[in-house]
């Protein structure tokens, strides 16, 4: 019986609020939109000013390739053939990150990816490559979408390596990493700066 009294409660009120001005229905409905609205953006850029907080550097271009980084201190960019540019820690350059990019017309994201788990595991022919699922070691920031990580581990450290998109640009990370003071987290956040030029 209470249920039905509760029904018919709610319904009343239902009926009731329909019935008054629609100034006052039309505040009500806005009021929940503008509060989800509001969650959302929260929920969306959540990471993102965050990670635009945490990096604190110097814009750089790439001198051979059309993508601008932020750098942290204490790293570097410098060519290192062709379309490829490695980002390195100056007090232990056995830390770097190897920047390709290519224009998302032109080349194929599954490919880039599949290309990229090849090197991965000729960096260890013994290793298990691993794919990576924690989203707090993956790229993410406004734009990057199709993230895939991989890593493998060598005697020296970890090795990993990236591929998303961003604003018509695919971008192909290897990292390489040692086992001492590892510094993959600040390769990944220097990594969600990359934009194109």
Do not use: H, W
Not at 153 to 176: A, H, N, Q
Request: glycine share 6%; aromatic share 4%.
């Amino acid at each position: 019986m209470k249920k039905i009294n509760s029904l018919l409660s709610i319904l009343l009120i239902t009926t009731l609020l329909a019935a008054c001005g629609t100034t006052t229905g039309n505040e009500n409905a806005n009021q929940p939109d503008t509060e989800i609205k509001n969650a959302e953006q929260t929920e969306a850029t959540g990471s993102t000013p965050e990670t635009k907080e945490e990096i604190k550097g110097t814009l750089t271009k790439s001198e051979s390739q059309n993508y601008s980084v932020t750098l942290m201190d204490g790293f570097e960019l410098t060519g290192e053939e062709p379309n490829k540019d490695m980002l390195f820690n100056t007090e232990n350059d056995a830390q770097s990150m190897r920047i390709e990019t290519f224009d998302s017309s032109e080349v194929n994201l599954d490919e880039t990816t599949n290309n990229l788990v090849e090197i991965l595991k000729a960096s260890n022919e013994s290793g298990k490559l691993v794919e990576i699922s924690d989203k707090n070691q993956l790229p993410n920031n406004e734009g990057i979408k199709e993230v895939k990580g991989y890593q493998i581990d060598t005697p020296e450290g970890m090795v990993s390596g990236y591929t998303f998109e961003r604003e018509g640009l695919i971008v192909k990370l290897t990292i390489f990493d040692t086992n001492e003071n590892p510094a993959l987290d600040k390769f990944v956040k220097m990594a969600e700066t990359i934009n194109k030029d």
